[in-house]
């Protein structure tokens, strides 16, 4: 504490000491334009990373809900008309219902089944995805709204990113 003192004392004696008890402005905006350039560089990574991790989750979510179908319909019941009938009326991770259109056996597939770049349906018993990122989607997935959808594909053979079906 004395030093300290001692160094406060010399420093109100001495021209141009103050300057030694803070920042400059210079040094300052030298700090925060570093930190923003970092902060830059970083933000996009991690939000990539986050978007992946969503995808990833309604994925598992899109696999769950497929085996809770699998099952309802080896007990002999059919598929259900809504997925509140098995529980599932979940969201997806970026907070919309998850969508699931039931086809009827024997009957030709319901106009507003996904569709892939040839225009046929991708599944024979029902469509179930996610909506992705932007919430928005339509029947064929080559089109730039349904390219960020989470989709159940080939009934269920391939589960994932509608751009890369």
Known sequence: MATVT?????????????????WTIVEMVLVVAIFGTLLAM??????????????????????????DLAGVEMLGEG???T???????MLDPWGNPYQYLRFERGKPV????????FLVPIN??????????????????TAKPSQDDVVRANDGAFIGLAVRY
Do not use: C, F, N
């Open 6 to 22: 001692r160094w406060l004392a010399a420093a109100r004696h001495s021209r141009g000491a103050w300057y030694e008890l803070g």
């Open 42 to 67: 970083v933000t996009p990574q991690v939000t990539k990373h986050i978007d992946q991790a969503r995808v990833a989750r309604a994925i598992l979510d899109i696999e769950g809900i497929q085996a």
């Open 79 to 81: 598929l259900p008309e």
């Open 83 to 89: 997925l509140a009938e098995i529980g599932r009326d």
């Open 110 to 117: 319901p106009p507003g089944a996904r569709r892939d770049r």
């Open 124 to 141: 024979t018993s029902y469509d179930l995805y996610s909506m992705g990122k932007d919430g928005a989607t339509t029947v064929a997935l």
